[in-house]
């Protein structure tokens, strides 16, 4: 069956500085990846996937995600951080051979300070 | 735009108590899930429905869970003679189309505390 994990309960970066959340994956089949953020008492809202094609995706807010295969990893990334960032974020990951299931990370915890 | 529903925001049960959560996916949208998040924790995968046939129920922890969507719309999770463990945000997700690659939309949650 699929798993994920996210090694950083929470990264602390400045505004304006890069940011990277890791995510690796472990699946049976082909891996289908997502990023979701969480805001406070709120559900959970899309930011990006990979399914196949280009390694490096593009998502909302100007977040993007390395797909690296090898490495079995899918790290979210932002070239310039915002204090508006600051949020819960979860990696999840579907295997082809498992069907529907998304399976979630523990998720990571972004702080942008100003 | 009309997003997913749940009702109610926030569910307060004595132990032993039934309650009933409602999903109001979004309109036209084949696949169903339900996750349960506790608190500091990733959702966990619960049921999954595809219309009106429930295709995955692998995550229910006990047979006191159970999710219908009888018409393939609106789905209900129903928890009988509730636990303290029961404890934490139900959250509801729907998809238009059943492959793989479609992110789910999901809704803001019910937080339900049993005391």
């Known amino acids: 069956a699929q798993s994920v994990a996210q090694p950083e309960d929470q990264v602390n970066v400045a505004e304006g500085n890069p940011l990277t959340v890791k995510c690796t994956y472990s699946v049976s089949g082909n891996p289908y990846l997502f990023w979701y953020v969480q805001y406070p008492n709120r559900g959970l809202q899309f930011l990006l996937k990979y399914i196949t094609g280009d390694n490096l995706v593009k998502g909302s807010y100007g977040f993007e995600a390395e797909f690296n295969k090898s490495q079995t990893s899918f790290h979210l990334k932002k070239p310039s951080a915002l204090v508006s960032d600051s949020a819960l974020y979860f990696c999840a990951v579907r295997d082809s051979e498992y069907g529907n299931k998304l399976v979630f990370g523990a998720g990571t915890i972004l702080r942008v300070k100003s | 735009g009309a997003g997913v529903s749940q009702s109610p925001r926030y569910k307060v049960a004595k132990r032993g108590q039934d309650v009933a959560l409602r999903c109001d996916p979004i309109s036209g949208h084949v696949s169903l899930f339900w996750y349960q998040q506790a608190l500091g924790q990733g959702p966990e995968f619960l049921t999954y429905?595809?219309?009106?046939?429930?295709?995955?129920k692998s995550g229910l922890p006990s047979d006191r869970f159970f999710a219908e969507r009888p018409e393939g719309s609106v789905s209900t999770l129903k928890i009988q003679r509730t636990q303290q463990e029961d404890s934490a945000v139900y959250l509801c997700?729907?998809?238009?189309?059943?492959?793989?690659?479609?992110?789910?939309?999901f809704g803001n949650g019910t937080r339900l505390t049993v005391t």
């Open positions: 429905f595809q219309n009106e046939a429930q295709l995955d």
């Open positions: 997700a729907s998809s238009p189309t059943t492959g793989p690659n479609s992110p789910l939309h």
